[in-house]
């Protein structure tokens, strides 16, 4: 190998790993490093009408709780990840419905501010499945989000979901499934999925 084409190898390697390494990992570091509380302005409301911070928006409440550890105790996160990325790092918000409510002006990237009051923050690491941060707004019935965990298949015959069927118990009364409470808080989980309340102003 002449050494200018060994050259032109170890500077294209160089670019190809430096590159990913500084949009996917250092300006994000940096940037959420630096990032400043934001009040909200005046006269600005949140949904539900509250703006104290942190509110009772932010609050995941009873079975809702329970459903946030059985979801972390169930690996959704080895397929599911909660984070709608910065647009310079991926094309997130060009998918439907990921980054919320695009008919009410609501889609939006993923803040800090999402995350508030979450004991451990479910980024997940790989997307085998969609990013679930805004699924409440995409799926709304329990019913729907029952069936997409006992028989994902039955939603789309392609599906590469497991069905989490040691959550349901067989009918007593012959055909069909019983969700078990931990099932029924995974679902009331997954309905709270809703990132997408305004973010404040700081005017
Ligand atoms: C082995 C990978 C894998 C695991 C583990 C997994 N899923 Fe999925 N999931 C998928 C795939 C692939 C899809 C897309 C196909 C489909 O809709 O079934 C999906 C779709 C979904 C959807 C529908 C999302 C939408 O926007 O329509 C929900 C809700 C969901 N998964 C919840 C869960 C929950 C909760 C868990 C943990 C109990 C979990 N998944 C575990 C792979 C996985």
Known sequence: MKSDTFLKLIGGLALAFLLP?????????????????????????????????PDSVFYRHGSSDYGRQIYAAEGCVYCHTQVI????AGP????????????DGLARETQPMDYTLEEV????YQRIGQDLS???????????????LSDPKSLDPDSGMPA??????KSP?????????????LVDYLLSLKKDQPVPSGK
Request: hydrophobic share 35%; no cysteine; aromatic share 12%.
């Open 21 to 53: 390494w500084v949009f996917l990992i250092l300006i994000p570091f940096v940037s959420a490093s630096n990032a400043e509380p934001i009040p909200y302005g005046e006269g600005e409301e949140v949904e539900g009408g509250v703006t104290a911070y």
């Open 85 to 88: 990325r910065p647009t310079y």
């Open 92 to 103: 997130d918000m060009w998918r439907p419905g990921w980054g919320g409510r695009e008919a």
């Open 121 to 124: 923050a479910p980024l997940g």
């Open 134 to 148: 805004n699924v409440g707004h995409r799926i709304t019935t329990r019913e729907l989000m029952h069936q997409h």
């Open 164 to 169: 989490y069927l040691h959550l349901y118990k």
């Open 173 to 185: 009364y012959g055909e069909g499934l019983v969700p078990t409470p931990k099932a029924e808080a």
